[in-house]
C-alpha cells in the first residue's frame, strides 16, 4: 500500500492511566512496527481498553505518550493516520448508513470512496439497508456500520476493540478477511478480543492482567487461555 | 399504589402554595404596564373566550397525544413487574398514582393560572384577587383535563392516529369559534369561565363540567392503560428524574423525545435518494451534514418549531403592549426552539468517540455545523416576526421592527442554545470546585443554569429598546442590534476555542484526565 514509515505504527512510553487510586494501566512501554498483526488479550478490566482509548486519542494518559507514526495519539495527524471500531458502535442518530459513510470519507477528504464504500457494505450484508438509519438496527448491524466507516477510509493503524460481540458467524468471517487485506496492505492491526482461535492467527500477542503486560511474545509459544483465565 | 398519602398532598399543597404566592406577589410588584382603553376591554371580551379556548384546546390536544403514547401516568418499574403483572385489579392499583398525578397538575395549573391571571387584572381592570383565584381554577382544571383526557385514550388504548385526529378536532372546533367569535367548544365554554372576572357567564359553568368529566373518566379508565407502555415510561422516567436532578439538559431532551417517541424520519423529507457519487471534499461537508439531519426532523417536531416561533412573535407583541416579562416568555421560546435547531451540533457533542476521530478540530466541526441550524433558526425568526405582525395588525411600524428583530432575536436563541449544549452537564465532581467555597460553587452553577437562557432572552433587547423610543423605533432597533450580535459572535468564538481554552487551562494546573 504505503512505504514502511521509518517511525513504529504505535509507540507507548511509560504510559499509565490512574482513576484517582484505582490504576487502570500500569507503566507501558510498547512499540508495535509497521504492518504487525497484534492481538491484545487479558480478563475484563485487565486495561486492554484503556490502552486502546488512549491510543486513539479519546483518553488522555495520567503519564506518558502514545505516538502514532510518531505523531502524538489524538493529534490531527494521528487521527488522519489511525482508525478506530470501538466496542460499543457509536453512530448518529439521525444519518443514514450512506450519509454516515459520506459524512466520514468527505472529513477525511478521500476520493474515490464509492467504491470501496459499495463492496465493504456489499461485504457485510449492508447493502440492502444503506438508506436505513442504524439507530433502528440491532446490535450486530450496528456493528458492521461502524466497521464500514473504520474501514471505508484510508488508514495506516487500525484498532479494532471487542469486534465480534454481536456479531453473526458470516459477519465475522468477512471481518476478519477485511482485517487480513488491510494487514496485507501494509496496515497496522490491534485488536482486543477473548476470542483466542483468532488471537492464534495473530503476529504477535500481548497480555494485560490488572494493567500490567503479562506476556509479549508471539501466540504460538504459550497457552492462551492461561492468559485470559 | 393506590393509597393517597393525606400528609403529603398537603405537602404539595403547601410547596405550591409557597411557590404560587412567591410568584404572584413578584409579578403583582413587578409588572409594568397599565389597564388598557375601554375599547380593548371590550374586544378582550368578544374574543377572549374562543382565543383563550384555543390555549386549552392545544393543552387537551398535547394530552390526547400523550395518551395515545401510553401517558401521563409514570408507574416505578418495580411497580410495573410485582403490581401490575399481580392478580390485583389494574383500575384499584393505578388509582393512586392517578390522583397524586391530578393532584400534581391542579396545584401547578392552579399556580400558573394565578398568575396569569393577575396579570390579566393589571391590564384588563378589576381586583386582582378575583382574577388570581378565577385564574388559578381555570388553570387547574385545564392542566387536569387535559391529564384526564390522556389517561381515558391511554385507558382506553386508542391508537395514536385516533387520539391525533382527536387532538386536531379539539383545535379545529376552537379555531372555528374563534373565527366566528362563538363559544361552541367545552374548550371555548372553559374560556368563558376565564373572564368571570369581566363578565359572569352561565355557559362558562358548562366548560367547568367538562373538566370535570374528563378528569373523573381519566381516574376510572386509567386501569386499562398498556403494561408494555407502562414499563417503557417507568424506565425512561426513570432515567428523565436522575438526568433532570444532575441538571442535564441535553439528557433531559433526549429522553423526552424518547418518552414522546419523538424519532428523526427513517427517510428525509427531502434528497432521500440523491446520489453522493461526484461529491468528495470537505467544502460543505458540515453544511450538509446539518441539513441532513435537519431534513429528518419528525413533523412533531417541525409543528413544535412553528409554534414557538408564533409564540415568540406573540410575546413579542404583549411586551411591545407594555407587559415587559413577556420578554421573558420570548426569549425562552426561542431558546426551546434553538435546543430543537441545535440537533445536529448535539449529536456530535453526544459522541465525542466519533467527534474526535476527525482530522478537524472539534471547535472547527462544531461551528460548522452550526451553519444549518443558524439558516432553521432565522426560519423560526421570520415565523415570528410573521405571527407578532399579524397580531400588531399590520403597518409599516410593526413590520419594520419585526423585521430587525429577526435576526438578533433568532441567532440569539441559538446562541443559547450553543451554550447549554456545547458546556454539556455540570460536571459532578470538578477539581477547580473544591478549591472554591461553597457559595461560589453554588453560584457557579446558578450561572451556568441560568445563561444559557438568558444569552436566548438578550435577543429580544432591540425590542425594549425601539418600545422605549416610540418615535423611530426601528432605528433603535437596528443600533440595539450590534451589542447583540457581538455576544452572538463571542459565543461562536467560545465555541470555536472552548477546547483549546480548557486544554490550556489544564495544562497550567498540571492535571490530566479524560477528554470533556
Redesign the interface.
Known sequence: MTPAPAEPALRAADLTKSYGSLVALEPLDLTVPAGQRLVLLGHNGSGKTTFIKMAAGLLEPTSGTVWVEGERAGSLDARSLLSYVPDEPVLYDDLSVLEHIEFTCRLHDCEDWEDRAARLLEELGLSSRAEDLPSRFSRGMRQKTSIVLALVRPFAVLIVDEPFVGLDPPGREAFVNLMEEAAEGGATVVVATHQLDYAATADRCVALRDGAVVYDGAPGKVELPSLIG | MSEVDVMEALYHAYVAAIVGGLALWWIALRVGGHEVARASVHSALVHGPEMVGLAIAAALAIGLRSGGRGGPLVVEAPDVRLVLLSPLDRGVALRGPALRLLRFGAAWGAGAGAVVGVLASRRLGGHWPVWGVSGALVGALVVDAALGAAMVVSGLRLRRQMAGALALVALAWSGVDLALARATSPMSLLGQAAFWPLRWSPSGLGGVAFAVLAVVLGVVLAGGTSVEASERRASLAGQLRFAVTLRDLRSVILLRRQLAQE??R??PWLG??RS??H????RF?LWR?GW??LL?FPLTRLVRLVLLGAAAGAAGVGTWRGTTPLVLAAGLALYVAGLDVI??VA??VD????L??????RGS?LVGLLAAPAAAMLAVGIVGAATAVAIAGGGTKALAVAAVLVIPASMAGLAGATVSTVQGPPALFSDSDLLLPPEAVGAKVAIRTLWPPLVATAGMLPLLAARSTPALPASSAVSATIPVLLLVGGVAIWARHREAIHRAFKEAMGG????A
Request: net charge positive; no cysteine.
Open positions: 424519532s428523526p427513517e427517510r432521500a435518494h453522493p457519487r461529491r468528495s471534499g470537505r461537508v451534514r441532513q439531519g429528518r440537533e445536529p449529536e456530535s459522541r465525542p468517540t466519533l474526535d476521530a476527525y482530522p478537524l478540530e466541526v490530566a484526565g479524560t477528554k
